[in-house]
Every structure is written in structure tokens, then in C-alpha cells.
């Protein structure tokens, strides 16, 4: 048995060794060399994500620490002053009564109509009823455009009164509001900095709120008001814009 | 002189000394293709290694920036409010309102020659104007003016005069109609 064996071994002997050599050759491309091959370039893209994320991370943490908080916090005051979050019809009422008094006009009604704006944008409808000089109406119109609590006039009807210079204005303005988010997305996102464009739009807020706030209607006697500004008395007003 | 060389050893046994030298030859190789595959084998698990490090190193720096990157969430915060609001802001300013820039335009176009009496705009800009003036050519000026482009920056267009009347107080009326943009 031994002797046959051993005769099988001389005469197959080149052939086992090259069945063992391929199939170790097999062997190892199947459990080593293909697996880390191919893990290898896996985790060499793994470490460049890794690298080029981590590089966005650091610009993101070197724009971030340029942000002022308190500059940030005051234009984003400033900017829910423009845009609360919310509906605000008792501000904008108060608002609307200050600039009526402010150019001498009679507000006839305001009133806040259920209606949607045209835009995708969160808004209310406010009708406003003005009876007053031509100028007047023309000056409000435009106070209503540069007033810091944003608002667009959607439709304005113009029609002259009974007497010679009184006017009567109908104005359809919107008013809007957006709330805040609540999620910062995620970690990795980009972000940059203010344009200078946004920083002008947010300073002519903050400008327009300062000269607007300045601006006080102050009761001078039982039947009207004054408009004073911090340096001058610039009109006289109404005690009551709807008497 | 010719060298002679003799050799006596059996043919058979020549044979089998060449085949032994291919067998030997042909081992040789089978060891030294297996020698190489585990050579190559550990060489890649070496540098498979030595890449899990640089890995490892790799998401230990990105995890290091990104607790910065949370430490500074007051002020990612921050901008992030304000961007979403001058996004909203921006689209409301984004269009001057139409019904403003009108009555505008038509104050500076007809101011002293002749009162409006009635202005209404819709919001695709079609205007309807009723003016007055005591003075038919004072009305006429201004209706000049509105059918003039330089005048009125291209941006009034099919100005139709829907009609002119005087009144019993001479005073003359005219309905205009007009496209503004």
C-alpha cells in the first residue's frame, strides 16, 4: 500500500505541486490579495472624503468665527422688526395710525380682509380707507414703501372727494410675516457670509426703523398732534386719524 | 590537437539526471510563485495596516473639527435666522409694487396741469385715469406727456383715451385708459 502510494507520488508529483501552487494562488486572491485590494481603494476615498470634509468643516468654522453675535443678533431684530413672526395686525394698525397722523390724513376704515397674497410668502390683507390732500396721500403711499415693518401696497384706488382738495385713497397693502427655523440642517451644510447686498438691505432696516423710532407723534394741545423728529417739527397731525 | 571526451555513464542514467534537474526546476518555481503570492499577500495587509491608521487619524481630526463646529452653534445659529429672514425680505423687495410706481409716475407727469379725480390700477398694471383741468390745453399737455415714452420711461403703453367731456363749469374731463409696466 505504502509502495503504491509512493508510486503514485513520483509519478504525480509535478502535478500536486502545481495544484498546490494554484490553488494557494487561488487561495490567497480570493480571502487576501481581491478583498484588501478593493478595500484599499475604498478606504482611500474614504480618507479623501474624510480629508475634503473636514477642510469644508474648517472654512465653515473660519466663517463662522467672523460672525459678531452681537451685530448678528441686532439685524436679526432689526429684521424681525421688518418681518415678525407672526401676524401682527394690532402693531401694523398702530403703525398705519402713526403715518395717517403723521401726513394729516382721515382714515375713513382699516380693516383686515381674509385673503392670501399672491406670492408664496406668508402674508395678511389690510384694506385702508384714507381721506385727505392729494400730496398727503402720494407722501403716506410712500411711507407705507419705506416703513421698516415691511408691507406692499397690492392695489390702490385714488378717487377725488367732495370738496376741492380732498382726496379719498383706497389702499390694499399685505403685510408678512415668516417664522423662524427651528433646524440648523445638517452639520456639514455650507454656509456663507452676508452679501453685501443683504448687509445694505439690512442696515437700511436698521436706518429705517432709528429715524422712523425718532420720529414721535407728540400731543401738543386737545386737538392735535406734532410729529417731532429729534431735530425738527416736521408736520401737524391728527388727534384721532378716524375723526 | 583535438580534445576527446568519454563518457562512459549509461544512457538511461543521463535521461534521468536531466529529468531530475526539470523536476527540481519545476518544484523550484511552484515554491518560489507561492512564495511570491504570500509575499504580496503581507504586503498588502501591511499597507492595509498601515492605511487603517491614516483612517483612523483621518476620522479622529474630522470628528475633532465637527464637536468645533458644534461649539459654534450660537453663531451658525444666528446667521442662519438672519439668512432665512433677508431671504423673505429680499423677495418682498424684490419687486417695486406696481400701483405705487404708477401713481407716482402719473403725480410727476400731471402735476399743475391737472388734478386726477380717479386712479385705479389693478395688479397686471392696467391703469383707469379720470383727470380734469380748466384748460383743454393744459389737459392736452399732459395726455402728450403720457404718450411719451422718454417721458414715461417706456413704461406706459395703449394709452387709450376712453373719452373728454366739459362740464357744466367748464371745466373739462377726460378718461384715459393705459397699460403700466
Known amino acids: 500500500m505504502t509502495n503504491l502510494f509512493a508510486t503514485y507520488l513520483a509519478k504525480y508529483e509535478i502535478l500536486l505541486w502545481y495544484s498546490i501552487t494554484i490553488l494557494s494562488m487561488v487561495t490567497l486572491t480570493i480571502l487576501v490579495v481581491y478583498p484588501q485590494t478593493r478595500e484599499y481603494f475604498h478606504t482611500s476615498t474614504a480618507i479623501q472624503d474624510a480629508q475634503t470634509r473636514n477642510q469644508n468643516l ?5 466663517s463662522l468665527k467672523k460672525i459678531d453675535i452681537p451685530l448678528y443678533r441686532s439685524n436679526i431684530e432689526a429684521a424681525l422688526r421688518a418681518v415678525p413672526e407672526e401676524k401682527d395686525p394690532v402693531s401694523v394698525l ?5 403715518m395717517t397722523a403723521a401726513r394729516n390724513l382721515k382714515v375713513d376704515s382699516i380693516s383686515f380682509p381674509q385673503a392670501a397674497g399672491s406670492d408664496k410668502l406668508s402674508s395678511y390683507q389690510i384694506l385702508v380707507s384714507l381721506t385727505g390732500r392729494e400730496s398727503s396721500i402720494k407722501n403716506f403711499v410712500d411711507d407705507v414703501g419705506s416703513f421698516f415693518r415691511l408691507m406692499k401696497v397690492d392695489g390702490l ?3 377725488k372727494g367732495k370738496s376741492d382738495d380732498a382726496y379719498q385713497a383706497t389702499l390694499r397693502l399685505f403685510a408678512y410675516y415668516s417664522v423662524l427655523p427651528t433646524a440648523l440642517g445638517d452639520i456639514e451644510k455650507p454656509i456663507s457670509l452676508l452679501t453685501p447686498d443683504e448687509s445694505q438691505i439690512i442696515s437700511k432696516i436698521q436706518s429705517s426703523y432709528i429715524s422712523q423710532s425718532q420720529t414721535q407723534i407728540v400731543r401738543t394741545s386737545t386737538s392735535s398732534y406734532q410729529i417731532q423728529s429729534s431735530q425738527t417739527v416736521t408736520t401737524i397731525g391728527r388727534p384721532d386719524p378716524f375723526d | ?11 538511461d542514467l543521463i535521461i534521468h539526471e536531466i529529468e531530475e534537474k526539470k523536476r527540481s526546476l519545476k518544484i523550484t518555481i511552484c515554491i518560489a510563485a507561492i512564495a511570491t503570492f504570500i509575499l504580496v499577500s503581507l504586503s498588502i495587509l501591511f499597507l492595509r495596516f498601515l492605511q487603517n491608521q491614516d483612517a483612523q487619524n ?7 473639527t465637527t464637536n468645533v463646529v458644534k461649539n459654534l452653534k450660537s453663531e451658525e445659529s444666528a446667521l442662519a435666522a438672519l439668512r432665512s429672514r433677508l431671504d423673505v425680505i429680499s423677495q418682498i423687495l424684490k419687486n ?3 400701483e405705487v410706481a404708477a401713481y407716482s409716475t402719473l403725480l410727476s407727469l400731471t402735476s399743475s396741469q391737472a388734478n386726477i379725480i380717479g386712479f385705479t390700477v389693478d395688479k397686471k398694471g392696467k391703469v383707469l385715469l379720470s383727470l380734469e383741468s380748466s384748460n383743454i390745453r393744459k389737459l392736452q399737455q399732459v395726455l402728450d406727456r403720457l404718450s411719451d415714452p422718454p417721458q414715461t420711461n417706456s413704461r406706459i403703453s395703449n ?5 373728454i367731456s366739459k362740464t357744466r363749469s367748464d ?11
Not at chain 1, 474648517?58 to 473660519?62: L, V
Not at chain 1, 398702530?94 to 402713526?98: D, I, N, R, S, T
Not at chain 2, 371745466?171 to 409696466?181: E, G, H, L, Q, R
Open chain 1, 157 to 159: 384706488e385714488v378717487s
Open chain 2, 1 to 11: 590537437m583535438n580534445k576527446i571526451s568519454i563518457n562512459l555513464l549509461p544512457a
Open chain 2, 171 to 181: 371745466v373739462y374731463k377726460a378718461d384715459i385708459t393705459f397699460s403700466f409696466k
Open chain 2, 58 to 64: 483621518a476620522n479622529n481630526v474630522l470628528n475633532s
Open chain 2, 96 to 98: 417695486e409694487p406696481l
Open chain 1, 58 to 62: 474648517q472654512k465653515k468654522i473660519d
Open chain 1, 94 to 98: 398702530g403703525y398705519l395710525q402713526k
Open chain 2, 159 to 163: 394709452l387709450v383715451v376712453d373719452g
